[in-house]
């Protein structure tokens, strides 16, 4: 202000031979220049509240007020106690948002954006929120209702509401960039591909690798990884390709806004990519696929916590009990969970799902390593040397099962392809969505060699006999003991989510049938709770006798799954969408790649599947 001042003055007097009139303008516009408050030019407050922005802009004669900034700093007045107590809450809380974003995802992975008029009639509260997660309601969750078209407003008042809109969006931002879970940056959707891909299927791969031997294992495992890649860039090409098409003039406006209107995206999945490029017929075999997919998860999980409960029980209390019993235990849990609609409920579980099977791959790891270091006196000087011992007694091929290992390599990636599109989605900025190919190959390579490393050092640790479910191959003991509980309770919680999908599609499938057969009547999203309870329950207990029927031959289940299933939807149909959706955009040459890959992946499906299913007794 002095400085303004002072400058005014230096003015007056170097013009010399000025006119009265001018001096006496210099004169107004330095005292003006005074009259300003010296608190708003001296003082900055981070975080400071609307009304002081508002009277702020109000003096300075501002049109518009800027959003407030976010706290950047704070004084530390806590001792460390408290601050490492709170840290530890705001940890919880960040990845307790992340989980709910995760579960979030399940609903855009399984349903297509184009609009079923009649099961929206009277949704529930629980459903329209869920179908405006997968952009099926036409209802933005900002509330600004009918589409417009490209003419309906004058350029000025277009340009007047992308400043209203910009300004909104600035002031909805939370000020933690984690507070919105999977919906802003690469490193929240780095985990969500973490937490979509490793899990129970990992225990499977050392029995898998002593089956197959490492002359299979490891070039079958390298090719399916490639696949899925290839498959996957082909997937994010289509989503590109369609996003940009479909959301290039799509606006929608808000009664109570102004008559501003907002740009709208409209959020695509999997299933909704291939009806856009094969119809109706496309989207019922992807929704299928993932149908079958996700009840063979669940199926071995009804085979996988049975008998981790009984060794456990063995151990423990010396109880010889029965799978079935275990089995009839894991029933009467999982039924009730079935019937929870909104997943979302499901955070905190599935949050301590993540945490126990953390737990339960580092110990797994620990044991292998101690049991290899038990030997180094007797075989070996050495560490190194003993793993170099034990990893020349590997065999090579191993004629009897090699064939398994074509669809466990498959099942291991748990299919992460239903939820690529979401992941991509929920990535907030143009420059980072770019990025997230890139990160998404990476992140993918990095977990298939820490599954190369996980399964080839216990295969080296626990020997050709390592059981398929790997927990129950672990040394006698507490602590092998409370892995078994671990993983065991980390299925428990999971299932409900890996049950989800299937859930969905049967229960909507029901629906439509009693639609048009004249009984049944249109409610909340894909049926009554009653009947969706039922439902939910008859599938539970259908997987369960399948899991009785085929509780001793896990292998061939997870080998059956990843074949049959998971070859069709990671490698086949993700090419056949980009060749359908990018013509004209995407060269011969990667056409026919394209064709290559699912003349591959159905090769995979044909003899993987066949094997099994002959080698079955």
Known sequence: EKAMSNNYGSIEGSIEGSTDEAATNSTAASSSAQQLPVNHLSTYTAGEDAGRLATLAKEFGLSRTRAPKSQVRARVTDSLATLNLESLKLWAGRMISLDKSYLEMRYRSLFSAHLDADRLAESSESDTAAMMLMGRSGVDPWGRLPILSEGDLSEEAEEQQNLQIEQEQQQQQPSDPHAAGLGGTL???????????????????????AQAGYLVAIPVLMLSTMLFLWSSKCLLDSWKVESDRVNRNRTSMNKNHMGLKLKKRIILSYPELAYRAFGSSGEKLVQVGILLMQSGVCLTYLIFVPQNLSAAALLLFNWDVSTNWTLALMMAVQIPMSWIRDIRRLTVTNLLANLLILYGLITCLGFAMDDMGDDIDETSSSFLQEVFHRAQSLPAFNPSGWFLFLGTSVLLFEGSITLLVPLQEAVHTSSDRDKFPNLYFKVILGIVSFYSFFGITCWMAFGDQVRTVMTTSLPTGKLATTVQLAYSLAVVFTFPLQNFPSLEIVCV??????????????????????????????????????AVLTMNDLDKVVSLMGSLLGCPLAFVIPPLIQNQLAKGQIGEWKRRVNIMVAVLGVGAMVVSSVTTLLKWD
């Not at 490193?187 to 690798?209: E, N, Q, R, W």
């Not at 049938?513 to 009554?528: A, D, Q, R, T, Y």
């Open 509 to 546: 499938t029901v629906e439509r049938m009693l639609l048009s057969s004249g009984h049944g009547k249109v409610g909340s999203h894909g049926s009554s709770t009653t009947q969706r309870n039922v439902i939910s329950t008859l599938l539970v207990i259908s997987l369960s006798i399948i």
């Open 187 to 209: 490193s929240s959707a780095t985990l969500g591909i973490i937490k979509g891909m490793v899990g129970p299927a990992i225990l499977y791969l050392p029995h898998g690798f």
